[in-house]
């Protein structure tokens, strides 16, 4: 069982950078391919972010290339996700979640662990 936490949410102004982190334990973090989702209300939760076991691979939405990058640290158990030039469409929460399988996933539903998530806010 593997227990996520997820940490570096808030409230920035538009353009700004926040960055997001998620702890794991209770598992073999390396093991594990790691995703970023997140869920703006009344909205369904969507693939922001992943990457590979080891860390060597990733894919970002489209909404996101080039604004938003992930990456890991299996020495220290952490994903992160740094964000920059946020916009007001970016706010939502934020969802750390891990993968048992090789594949760094889009679909949700492919995730076995989430966090409790983190907000993020972006004003205009």
């Known amino acids: 069982q593997v227990q996520l936490v997820e940490s570096g949410g808030g409230l920035v102004q538009s353009g700004g950078s926040l960055r997001l982190s998620c702890a794991a334990s209770?598992?073999?973090?390396?093991?594990?391919?790691m995703g970023w989702f997140r869920q703006a209300p009344g909205k369904e939760r969507e693939f922001v972010a992943s990457?590979?076991?080891?860390?060597?691979?990733?894919d970002h939405a489209d909404s996101v290339k080039g604004r938003f990058t992930i990456s890991r640290d299996n020495a220290k158990n952490t994903v992160s996700l740094q964000m920059n030039s946020l916009k007001p469409e970016d706010t939502a929460a934020y969802y750390c979640?891990?993968?048992?399988?090789?594949?760094?996933?889009?679909?949700?539903?492919?995730?076995?662990?989430w966090g409790q998530g983190t907000q993020v806010t972006v004003s205009s």
């Open positions: 209770g598992g073999t973090f390396s093991m594990y391919s």
């Open positions: 979640a891990a993968d048992r399988s090789r594949i760094y996933s889009t679909n949700a539903n492919q995730y076995d662990y």
């Open positions: 990457v590979s076991r080891s860390g060597m691979y990733t």
